[in-house]
């Protein structure tokens, strides 16, 4: 089964730029728009970034995706405290049975 | 804004069938697409499946065999069930409606544990 792939974990300090990244396939990120999706600790997800680089209301402009090819970046500008959550990447994969994958992950802490 | 709220039981039996209801407030029924999504206790989030007001529904291939989701349109809800309930189906169960072709809304969720 496709899988999107997260690094665990990523790191930066109040004020830094920090980059997770997603890897996937032509079936799912190279043909069809990714999503982020943010988890703080104790909740449910939230969406962060939809359509590659869409931020819906009320999410702050220091979020931002883009895509190139089978993989997808958000990026977290001037990182602040509250930052400290789980990222999940996720996009619609056309295999053979077309579902929606999300990716494994990454913890983003503020040090 | 569309909310969303999760019941059911908490604690399920091995083998057993776990039925679950979505409740949608500020929102109707008949608009979007409505979905399931699950997250084992300290792991990833897996999508389980959705459906479409025409009953369209869709399911993620490895649960597809044991899957069902429904709406109940009278009462503003959809549903989910999911059988042969084994430990590995523990999870916190979130329903979630799709706006803008991503999970737009999510509900609280709702924990639920297999064991006898």
């Known amino acids: 089964q496709s899988v999107l792939t997260q690094a665990p974990s990523a790191s930066g300090t109040p004020g830094q730029r920090v980059a997770i990244s997603c890897s996937g396939s032509s079936s799912n990120i190279g043909s069809n728009s990714v999503n982020w999706y943010q988890q703080l600790p104790g909740t449910a997800p939230k969406l962060l970034i939809y359509?590659?680089?869409q931020r819906p209301s009320g999410v702050p402009d220091r979020f931002s995706g883009s895509k190139s090819g089978t993989s997808a970046s958000l990026a977290i500008s001037g990182l602040q405290s509250e930052d400290e959550a789980d990222y999940f990447c996720?996009?619609?994969?056309?295999?053979?049975?077309?579902?929606?994958?999300f990716g494994t992950g990454t913890k983003v802490t503020v040090l | 804004q569309v909310q969303l709220q999760e019941s059911g039981p908490g604690l399920v039996k091995p083998s057993e069938t776990l039925s679950l209801t979505c409740t949608v407030s500020?929102?109707?029924?008949?608009?979007?697409?409505w979905s399931w999504i699950r997250q084992p206790p300290g792991k990833g989030l897996e999508w389980i499946g959705y459906?479409?007001?025409?009953?369209?529904?869709q399911y993620n291939p490895s649960l597809k065999s044991r899957v069902t989701i429904s709406l109940v349109a009278s009462k503003n809800q959809f549903s989910l069930k999911l059988t042969s309930m084994t430990a590995a189906d523990t999870a916190v169960y979130y329903c979630?409606?799709?706006?803008?072709?991503?999970?737009?809304?999510w509900g609280q969720g709702a924990l639920v544990t297999v064991s006898s």
């Open positions: 979630a409606t799709s706006v803008v072709g991503a999970l737009d809304y």
């Open positions: 359509s590659n680089n």
């Open positions: 500020g929102g109707s029924i008949s608009d979007y697409s």
């Open positions: 459906i479409y007001y025409s009953g369209r529904s």
């Open positions: 996720a996009a619609w994969d056309d295999s053979l049975n077309a579902h929606y994958l």
